[in-house]
Structures are given as C-alpha cells and as structure tokens.
C-alpha cells in the first residue's frame, strides 16, 4: 500500500468517540454464560456436528445455537456500542464499522464472559478435535463486534489468516439481521484432492458459524440502504505466541483495516508503562 494510500484509508477511519455511558444498568440482566452455553450445547449430537465439521473442510453453520437470554444480552450490547463503532473503508475489499475487545472489556463485560465460557470452550474442542486457547489480551480481534450500517457495507473475499504459530479458528455468532447480507463461501479451497464447494448462508440472531480461518475463503455480501447487521467474532487459537514482524503486521492490518491506531496502539503503550 502506498503512503498516499494509507493516509486515505486513515483518514476514512472515524475519530474514537467518548466513552458510552456502562451497559451494565440496562434493562436486560446479563445470563451466566456457562449455563446458558450448556443449557444448548448439551442438547446437540456434537459427534455428529464434529463429523459435519471434518467432512466439510473445518467448517459448521447451525442456524439455531445461542440460548435466547444470550442472544437478547447481545443485541442490547450491539446497540448500546453504536457510538464506539470505528468505521474504515478500503477501497476494492471492504467498509464497516467494528468494536475491539478493548472497548468491549470497558462496556460489555458479558460479551468477555462468554468468549471465555469453559463450557462453549470445551464444546468447539469437541468439534475441532484440537485444544483451544484464548487469545492473548493485546489481540483487538480475540473478540469484537462487526458493523454492517450504510449502504455498501461489506468485505470482499478473504481467510481470517492466523498470524500465530499455531491455527487460530473463529466463531461468528449472529447478533443483528436487519439486512438483506450474506455470508458466501468456499469449502475445501485448500486441499487438492476435494472440489470447491460453494456455499451462502443469512446468519440470524443467535447463528453460529465455526471455521479455521486459514482454510474458509468467504465475504459478507454488501447492505442494502437502511439496513443493520451486527456479527460478534470470537477468535481461538492452538499456540498463542507469534513472531514479532508478524506481530507488526497484525497490528497494522487491526489499525488500517479495522479498529483504529488510537484503539490498536494506545494498548501497547499503556503495557509498557504497566506491565502487569
């Protein structure tokens, strides 16, 4: 990307608002994460999900998975974030608007406590068949909330590419469908010996979609005028460390593409002045 390049896409990116106001008084009690995870994943033949998985190239959709009181808590912390939302545009791939987990630890806690829910953790091992790790806490992506809002809102074909050591997989959860978007897809581009396999799906509130990033090459159709669709990301990985230019490199895709510099860097600062 060229200098003149970068300052456009920064310039696009909307000036980090003022704190909003703590979502922890709002009308909607936030559920215990565990219970409610269980309270579905415990109802499902997740041998037969894992198996799905496996067939499908690391790749599952199930229409119907978060308990409603999960899904309502979401919903409010979606709407209560709006004026957080850091807007970006790259011309050709992508425009939208996104709330790292930085922001999110400050107004959403309960968003933090399911991420790290034993009980949704222990259920995607069984359906990957790998140990699971949450990401490190200077990861914006570990989880964050994705804004489809103007006309045109969108990302272009791409794999969640892992910057770590090991593989890193994501779980998009379904938050807000007022939109006409998808999320289109192509299983097996990575292995030889399996045909492509498209695929597109309209995730409702309460959706899952679990993948490997590096091997599901997908986008998010654009918005049409006046709609609304909100997504909620968790990121896993198998080895948390990762090499300190890929750490560069990671950190600049976050700051141009997605999350801002201010949200981005100003992390690392305040580590360093406080490392504990």
Not at 201 to 230: S, Y
Request: charged letters at 25%; hydrophobic letters at 35%; glycine letters at 6%.
């Amino acid at each position: 990307m060229s200098m003149h390049a970068e300052d456009d896409v920064i310039a696009a990116n909307s000036v980090e608002r003022s704190p909003a106001s703590s979502l922890a008084s709002s009308a909607v009690p936030a559920p215990n994460a565990d219970r409610a995870v269980a309270s579905r994943t415990r109802t499902f033949d997740t041998r037969r999900l894992s198996n799905d998985f496996t067939d499908q190239g690391a790749f599952l959709y199930l229409e119907d998975f978060l308990a409603p009181e999960v899904t309502a808590q979401l919903v409010q912390s979606a709407r209560g974030l709006l004026d957080e939302v850091n807007r970006n545009y790259l011309p050709g791939h992508k425009q939208g608007g996104s709330v790292s987990r930085h922001t999110i630890d400050r107004l959403a806690p309960f968003i933090a406590e399911l991420y790290r829910s034993k009980e949704l953790i222990g259920w995607l091992e069984q359906l990957s068949g790998d140990k699971l790790q949450v990401s490190p806490a200077d990861d914006p992506h570990a989880y964050a909330l994705y804004y489809y809002t103007r006309a045109g809102d969108h990302i272009g074909w791409h794999y969640d590419t892992s910057y770590y050591d090991g593989r890193r997989y994501t779980l998009l959860l379904g938050v807000i469908d007022e939109s006409s978007c998808r999320l289109d897809y192509e299983l097996h581009t990575r292995n030889p010996d399996v045909p492509d396999q498209p695929g597109s799906v309209q995730i409702p509130p309460g959706g899952l979609v679990f993948f490997d990033g590096d091997k599901l090459r997908h986008r998010i159709t654009p918005a049409g005028a006046n709609e609304m669709r909100v997504s909620l990301t968790f990121e896993y990985v198998t080895d948390p460390n990762m090499r300190p230019w890929r750490r560069f490199i990671s950190n600049m895709k976050d700051a141009i593409a997605y999350f801002g510099f201010r949200q981005v860097f100003r992390q690392m600062t305040k580590r360093r002045k406080d490392p504990a």
